[in-house]
């Protein structure tokens, strides 16, 4: 069992930032990446990035550029840095967490860009 726990959502305006966190616990030695995927009303979960242990990283077109998604291993946290925020970006941000036999999902975090 892997637990996440998401933090640093909130209310901003265009063109500002803000960062999102992503804590894990429990059988963390299994995972071989994490990530965050996003959600707005209407749609479907979408990726946003992920990053492996090594460092490796995969970022949505909508995102590259704006967001840089980062990990500290040693603290098992992941974040998502997220910059020139656009009112299309506004969702629930989901954290993941990948292991060979399945994903586990953190509770999310609302992000609203609004001026």
């Known amino acids: 069992q892997v637990q996440l726990v998401e933090s640093g959502g909130g209310l901003v305006q265009p063109g500002e930032s803000l960062r999102l966190s992503c804590a894990a616990s429990?059988?963390?030695?299994?995972?071989?990446?994490m990530g965050w995927y996003r959600q707005s009303p209407g749609k479907q979960r979408e990726l946003v990035a992920t990053?492996?242990?090594?460092?490796?990283?995969n970022y949505a077109d909508s995102v590259k550029g704006r967001f840089t998604i980062s990990n500290n291993n040693a603290k098992n946290l992941v974040y998502l840095q997220m910059s020139s925020l656009k009112p299309e970006d506004t969702a629930v941000y989901y954290c993941?967490?990948?292991?060979?036999?399945?994903?586990?999902w953190g509770q999310g975090t609302q992000v609203t860009v609004s001026s």
């Open positions: 990053i492996t242990g090594g460092g490796s990283t």
């Open positions: 429990g059988s963390i030695f299994s995972i071989y990446a």
């Open positions: 993941i967490a990948k292991l060979p036999q399945r994903n586990y």
